[in-house]
């Protein structure tokens, strides 16, 4: 079993930045494709960006792209989500998620794990 714990979350105005971190037990890491995904109140969750293994086949949703960078560090079983050039739109409660396998994907249910999410509040 993979325990996933979120931080970083907080609130910051329009245009700030963020980054968040999820760290993951157990020693095999390495081997779970990773993602973050945000959920806004009365809305479904949704995909915001994935990770391979290894940091390939990365993905981003679309209203994120070229804001936003995932990245990971496998030596401190850590995934990062940098947050640049927030908008009000971007405040959800953001969830890490672990999948077995080396890709990441942008479907929801194909990740196994997840964590208890962080809240990010973006004001204007």
């Known amino acids: 079993q993979v325990q996933l714990v979120e931080s970083g979350g907080g609130l910051v105005q329009a245009g700030g930045s963020l980054r968040l971190s999820c760290v993951a037990s157990?020693?095999?890491?390495?081997?779970?494709?990773m993602g973050w995904f945000r959920q806004a109140p009365g809305k479904e969750r949704e995909f915001v960006a994935g990770i391979g293994t290894y940091g390939g086949t990365i993905y981003y949703g679309d209203s994120v792209k070229g804001r936003f960078t995932i990245s990971r560090e496998n030596a401190k079983n850590t995934v990062y989500l940098q947050m640049n050039s927030l908008k009000p739109e971007d405040t959800a409660v953001y969830y890490c998620?672990?999948?077995?396998?080396?890709?990441?994907?942008?479907?929801?249910?194909?990740?196994?794990?997840w964590g208890q999410g962080t809240q990010v509040t973006v004001s204007s």
């Open positions: 998620a672990g999948r077995n396998g080396a890709s990441s994907t942008m479907q929801r249910g194909n990740y196994e794990y």
């Open positions: 157990g020693r095999t890491f390495r081997t779970y494709a």
